[in-house]
């Protein structure tokens, strides 16, 4: 069984920065970690993307966040990490992690429990 943590979430002012946190681990052996992400979810609204990134390295952003927000990662740690600058009142939300983990790509899907992120004066 695989565990995702995330961590780094809190109230931030508009135009001001903030980085998340999100560890993949496990009991024994869960095999590989693929692609990981980061979701948002705002109050009314269905979940979106926010950034995904594959084990080498490939990155893909959703349209609201290009240019604002980096998505690295750390193999060796597990963990992957979202870099929000210049941010906007609308990227109020709970970030979900997701990770894609297991023996054969793609994976199965693991998620984490969240972490809100409010931006507000």
């Known amino acids: 069984q695989v565990q995702v943590v995330e961590s780094g979430g809190g109230l931030v002012q508009p135009g001001g920065s903030l980085r998340l946190s999100c560890t993949a681990s496990?009991?024994?052996?869960?095999?590989?970690?693929?692609?990981m992400g980061w979701y948002r979810q705002a109050p009314g609204k269905q979940r979106e993307l926010v950034a995904t990134?594959?084990?080498?390295?490939?990155?893909n952003y959703g349209d609201s966040v290009k240019g604002r927000f980096t998505i690295s990662r750390d193999n060796a740690k597990r963990t992957v990490y979202l870099q929000m600058s210049s941010v906007k009142p609308e990227d109020t939300a709970v970030y979900y992690c997701?990770?894609?983990?297991?023996?054969?790509?793609?994976?199965?899907?693991?998620w984490g429990q969240g972490t809100q992120v409010a931006v507000s004066s």
């Open positions: 997701n990770a894609k983990a297991g023996w054969v790509p793609p994976g199965r899907d693991y």
């Open positions: 496990g009991s024994g052996r869960i095999g590989n970690i693929y692609t």
């Open positions: 990134i594959t084990s080498g390295g490939s990155t």
